[in-house]
């Protein structure tokens, strides 16, 4: 009986690696399916009148970033093709620096915004809901002090800036407690207003029904198909378009060799019954 042939799995090993690695390096671009929580996370921006303030938190650490960090790269990006002010919290200690990395790298691409008129840094906070309740009442009495020390009260940005009444919307980015649920439930419930966020795709099942029943929540970026998505929108296509190419490249060449293993099966099951019957 003849050896029955095999590919080397070297072989195999080679093209995912190619296969996930090519699209990292050099865009591809491929076609992103606009769902409908992403659109509202993008209308309930592009409605928001240039000039508004708006809040978002920072609720995650590094090991977030690869999902959570092209989110808010691409949502500022918005704000400030709109002209809006943004507030930046944080619940989480490495939110701060999160909130600094993303600004850094807009910088180039927008060199007029400045600091305290455009967008400010108001650091970490300790207390989870008790501090997001406690912003409702007297902002300025919460964040007396910018993350650098300076009074808030000298900077523009802040001078109609008391609580949620002076704030068009509130966005947190989310990779746990405190994230999204302690936002919702205190800034849309009690509140009334608008609120929205993005957060890891593991978490997207727990965060979803605040959109889909109990419309708590305007929209909701989910994992990084929702940031690929949300970079279309935005016209700047960034890393989770590449991450999304590099996956999609990666199941196709497994779902080719799948085949082509079930092919050469079927094939080799066919010739035995052929040469049972001679």
């Not at 929580?37 to 409605?47: G, S």
């Not at 889909?212 to 929209?219: A, D, F, H, I, R």
Request: positive net charge.
């Amino acid at each position: 009986m003849a050896k029955r042939k095999q590919i080397d799995r070297r072989w195999i090993f080679l093209l995912i690696f190619l296969g996930v690695a090519l699209p990292l390096i050099i865009k591809v671009g491929l076609p992103v399916e606009i769902t409908k929580n992403v659109q509202m996370v993008y209308e309930l921006v592009e409605n928001t009148p240039k000039g508004s303030t708006v809040l978002i938190s920072f609720d995650y650490d590094p090991a977030s970033m690869p999902e959570l960090h092209p989110m808010g790269l691409s949502l500022l990006r918005h704000c400030f093709q709109r002209d809006i002010k943004v507030v930046f919290t944080a619940m989480w200690p490495m939110g701060v620096q999160m909130a600094e990395d993303i600004v850094t790298t807009l910088k180039p691409d927008f060199p007029k915004k400045k600091y305290g008129v455009d967008y400010i840094n108001l650091g970490f906070k300790a207390g989870g809901m008790v501090t997001i309740q406690s912003i409702g009442k007297d902002l300025k009495k919460i964040f007396p002090e910018d993350m650098y020390g300076s009074p808030i009260t000298e900077f523009p940005i802040m001078q109609d800036v008391n609580n949620y009444n002076n704030i068009a919307f509130v966005f947190s980015l989310s990779a746990g407690a405190p994230g999204i649920k302690e936002w919702v439930q205190i800034v849309s419930d009690k509140y009334n207003r608008p609120t929205s966020g993005g957060c890891t795709g593991v978490s997207a099942p727990a965060i979803l029904p605040y959109v889909n029943e109990q419309k708590q929540l305007t929209g909701l970026l989910a994992g990084l198909k929702a940031a690929a998505e949300y970079e279309n929108l935005v016209g700047k296509i960034g890393s989770a378009t590449s991450g999304m190419d590099a996956q999609s490249i990666a199941h196709l060449i497994i779902i080719s060799f799948i085949t082509i293993g079930n092919i050469n099966y079927w094939r080799k099951k066919n010739k035995q019954k052929k040469d049972r019957k001679k």
